[in-house]
């Protein structure tokens, strides 16, 4: 079945583009926008070649847009589709018990380190949650969850005694 290529062919009226600038002037969607704008254009009497460089797309997707709004004459059809997304990265690792495990030290655990790394933390919690965590989700989670840490630096508590001796005469005051 060919497709008519003018407005009047396919019927688009008053309505229609009353529809299309409404939703250009309501819309915060910058798809939405520019798929109501080449719907637009078409509606106009303008082509499906002008619609695709002013929307930055191909004369094929402006046709299925304009398809598209034509099998129910609602601009909200559109829109994108709502999508699941890319999974969440180690689910099984909550903001709380990356804390808790967080605040726990490494040497009570049976590791032979004082403080926590990036990759022992790591390890640790894949071992825990079982689900792999990698260093990069790690930081990302620790800094979702405000968690933060630094090397541990050595901080001698007392001047030497014997510090004057070292420098020369010239520190002794």
Known sequence: M?????????????????????????????????RA????????????????????????AVGLWVGRYLRRRRAEDLADAPRSGRPPAAA??????????????????????????VPLLAGHLGRRCG?????????????????AWKRPRHVFGDKARHLPQKKGRLSAA
């Open 2 to 34: 060919r497709r008519a290529r003018s407005p009047a062919g396919w019927g688009s009226d008053g309505h229609d583009r009353r529809r299309l600038r409404r939703v250009l002037a309501e819309t915060s969607d910058l798809r939405l926008f520019r």
């Open 92 to 117: 099984g690792l909550t903001d709380e018990l990356l804390a808790r495990e967080f605040e726990k030290d490494p040497q009570s655990l049976g590791y032979r380190a004082t403080a926590w790394t």
């Open 37 to 60: 704008q080449a719907v637009l254009l078409v509606a106009r009497g303008g082509s499906c070649r002008a619609a695709a460089e002013l929307a930055g797309a191909t004369e094929r």
């Open 131 to 147: 689900c792999p965590v990698t260093r990069r989700t790690l930081r990302r989670r620790m800094r979702a969850a405000g968690l």
